[in-house]
């Protein structure tokens, strides 16, 4: 693995490129086309690879105590300093990259951006964990909506539906290293609730998340819409079952887990396909 490379998997490439692919598809759903699609993903795409490189950068040094041979800066194939300079150049980007949208669309990508990075300090080891998740997944669709010509306001259940479809994300992310995290100094608001109610907040969130996508908007429901919601009632409790009928408890974590990413992503695609109805 040579520099740019090993820079490239400095920034979470896997998490923040679904992400940005996530919004980009959203953006078409609304209705931008061309250069406009291309302005979105950069945007978002910016916004991504500021958190991915400053939480590596912050990390560096208890990355390199715990071991992480899967951490580029910890195993000495990129420099911090290369790392930390990335994330800062990606982290200006962020408003600039948002101004030929207009003033509010800019607001609402440099607010995204700045939520993130409260996230990997001082946030992310604290009980407020979840919030920059609440507020910079709910503000990414509704720079998508302001980003549009004419700039016009993001519908509530939208925004409602970014926002616990994050915490959701943040819950069920942390699921499988809970004790990893713990025993390396990272103690959010997961750790501090424990498996069990972590594995609810994640289920309860996105199952919530998936209501106020098939039933925000206006009109009736999409068949699609309902059965999605059916099969997010059915998989979580089943998760669950799993969980408790599995004899380790490393392994208890991961059935739930499983669950969780299936619902998270129903909703990404019921977030994608609700562009035709904003």
């Known amino acids: 693995m040579f520099g740019p490379v090993a820079l490239l998997k400095a920034s979470h490439p896997e998490p923040g490129g679904?992400?940005?692919l996530a919004m980009t598809l959203l953006a078409v759903g609304v209705g931008h086309r061309g250069w406009s699609v291309l302005g979105v993903?950069?945007?978002?795409?910016?916004?991504?690879?500021?958190?991915?490189?400053?939480?590596?950068?912050?990390?560096a040094d208890r990355d390199r105590i715990a071991g992480r041979a899967d951490k580029p800066v910890a195993s000495g194939l990129v420099s911090r300093r290369a790392v930390g300079i990335a994330g800062l150049l990606a982290s200006l980007a962020v408003p600039l990259l948002g101004l030929p949208?207009?003033?509010?669309?800019?607001?609402?990508?440099t607010l995204v951006g700045i939520f993130a990075l409260l996230y990997d300090w001082p946030l992310k080891s604290t009980p407020l964990s979840v919030l920059p998740y609440l507020v910079a997944f709910g503000l990414m669709p509704?720079?998508?909506?302001?980003?549009?010509?004419?700039?016009?306001?993001?519908?509530?259940?939208?925004?409602?539906?970014?926002?616990?479809?994050?915490?959701?994300?943040?819950f069920a992310n942390v699921l499988p290293d809970l004790a990893d995290d713990a025993a390396t100094?990272?103690?959010?608001?997961?750790?501090?609730?424990?498996?069990?109610?972590?594995?609810?907040?994640?289920?309860?969130?996105?199952?919530?998340?998936?209501?106020?996508?098939?039933?925000?908007?206006?009109g009736p429901p999409s068949w699609?819409?309902?059965?999605?919601?059916?099969?997010?009632?059915?998989?979580?409790?089943?998760?669950?079952?799993?969980g408790q009928r599995a004899q380790?408890?490393?392994?208890?974590?991961?059935?739930?887990?499983?669950?969780?990413?299936?619902?998270?992503?129903?909703?990404?695609?019921?977030?994608?396909?609700?562009?035709?109805?904003?």
């Open 41 to 59: 993903a950069a945007g978002i795409g910016a916004t991504q690879l500021s958190v991915g490189w400053v939480n590596d950068w912050l990390d």
């Open 185 to 218: 100094g990272v103690v959010g608001l997961p750790h501090r609730l424990g498996a069990t109610w972590s594995q609810i907040a994640a289920a309860g969130l996105l199952l919530i998340a998936t209501l106020t996508l098939v039933f925000g908007p206006a």
């Open 18 to 20: 679904a992400v940005t």
């Open 101 to 109: 949208f207009g003033a509010a669309a800019a607001v609402c990508l």
């Open 142 to 170: 509704a720079f998508v909506v302001l980003a549009l010509p004419g700039q016009p306001w993001p519908p509530a259940w939208l925004v409602a539906a970014g926002a616990l479809l994050g915490g959701g994300a943040h």
């Open 248 to 278: 380790r408890r490393g392994t208890r974590q991961v059935a739930m887990f499983r669950s969780v990413i299936v619902v998270a992503l129903l909703d990404v695609v019921l977030l994608v396909f609700s562009g035709r109805v904003v």
């Open 224 to 242: 699609p819409g309902i059965a999605a919601a059916a099969a997010a009632a059915v998989v979580l409790p089943l998760g669950w079952y799993a």
